[in-house]
């Protein structure tokens, strides 16, 4: 995670507390997310612990949404977290509920399309890591 004050997600955190972030019950022992941040939601899933409600908010997030956050299991967090990117419909959506503009999906794309200058580092966010090893 970067600390860049460019940085979306940092100033943002809007797609932890919009959706259920859910993934099959395995992952969580398999990244080391701790327990008492998951939730079971049937036989077969579990969700981040807070996310499974009317108004979500993962437990594991730090900070106030569309102001200053950061994730606490950063380097455990489930498949969903690592899936959504600066710009896609996800997490525009997010941002979209809580008043925040959308990003431009370009923003996160390399190259930058021609005639366009690239406002923010690219990968210095809190969902687009390197791809795991395995
Ligand atoms: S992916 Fe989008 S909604 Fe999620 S924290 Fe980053 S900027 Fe916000
Ligand atoms: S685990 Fe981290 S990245 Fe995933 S929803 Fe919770 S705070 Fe956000």
Redo the contacts with the bound molecule.
Sequence with gaps: MSTSDANHCLDC?A???F?R?SFYWAEAEARG?PAD?TEPINPRFSC?A??NQRAPR?????GEVGQR??????E???A???EVQPGDDQCNKARAGYGLPAIEAWCWQSPIPAGLTDPLPHGAD??TPPPPAD
């Design positions: 955190g797609c932890c507390a959706f972030v997310i941040l981040m807070g996310t993962c437990h594991a997030l730090a956050v950061g994730c606490t299991i950063y455990h967090r489930p969903p977290c690592r809190i969902h």
